[in-house]
């Protein structure tokens, strides 16, 4: 039975849980597979590489999906604070995926490789320039004070389509770049269950499945973020400001 008004449902809580104890175990994951076979990280010598892998799994991943839940994680404080947190947490994924572009296109010039051929490339650079057209975007409709009531609120269900289908091509995109990263580290190795590929494929199992209960935990109508009375009261004098309407007209 779900909760009613601005209670939280009984069960979110635990799919909350279940996506920080997914998404953790991920890092974790990540930072363990780099340590354990690829030599750990630094910036100045060939472990730069490093440094790409596990910043877009914390930044594109990680953070972006947890950016993603936080309308459904606080529902009863301040909307105008819950959307800076959405905000900033958007733009510290930007900042450690920016690192980590940067990590890899350093890595490849110092090595003279070419940028920018494989499959994985292609949709990490689109998704990355999605994503931060997604945040300038929201920022201007939703942080901005400047866009209408109507503008908001006929951008609002395509600011919630792109923000998941993003996150989507984020995982897709990791799991390309996971499955790259062992054909040319392991070679015909990777089919002869070298552990490292093991422990890599586990690791894409588990991304998958963050992925997937932060969109179950976003798909739940019941779960969304009721509005607060005093917020629907400011909604309806912002609309009277912006665009000259009355409430007793609505």
């Known amino acids: 039975m779900e909760a009613t008004g601005g ?3 009984k069960a979110l809580p635990y799919f909350v849980a279940v996506s920080q104890i997914l998404g953790l175990t991920v890092v974790a994951l990540t930072g363990a597979w780099l340590g354990l076979y690829r030599g750990g990280l630094a910036w100045e010598s060939a472990l730069q590489f ?3 892998p596990l910043c877009m799994v914390i930044g594109m991943v990680f953070l972006q999906g947890d950016a993603l839940l936080v309308y459904r994680v606080f529902r ?3 909307k105008r604070t819950t959307k800076i ?3 900033l947490l958007h733009i510290f994924a930007l900042i450690i995926a920016l690192v980590g572009l940067v990590a890899v296109f350093e890595y490849h010039k110092k090595m003279n490789y070419a940028d920018l051929y494989s499959l994985h490339s292609w949709c990490g650079l689109l998704v990355f320039i999605l994503y931060l057209v997604q945040w300038l975007v929201g920022f201007s409709f ?11 609120n006929q951008y ?6 792109f923000g998941a289908t993003i996150f989507l091509l984020s995982v897709g995109t990791t799991l390309l770049g996971i499955k790259e990263a062992l054909i040319f580290g392991l070679t015909k190795k990777y089919s002869m269950f070298h552990p490292e590929g093991i422990l890599a494929n586990i690791l894409g199992l588990l ?3 963050f992925a997937v209960v932060v969109l179950y935990i976003l798909t739940r109508e019941a779960w969304v973020r009721p509005p607060r009375a005093e917020e629907q009261a400011l909604s309806m004098d912002f609309k009277t400001l912006t665009e000259g309407d009355s409430p007793s007209s609505q």
């Open 142 to 152: 939703f942080l901005f004070p400047g866009a209408s009531f109507s503008l908001r």
């Open 50 to 52: 490093n440094v790409h």
């Open 85 to 87: 947190l959405h905000g």
């Open 7 to 9: 209670s939280t449902p």
């Open 207 to 209: 991304l998958i499945c």
């Open 76 to 78: 009863n404080e301040a």
């Open 156 to 161: 609002r269900p395509q600011h919630i389509f």
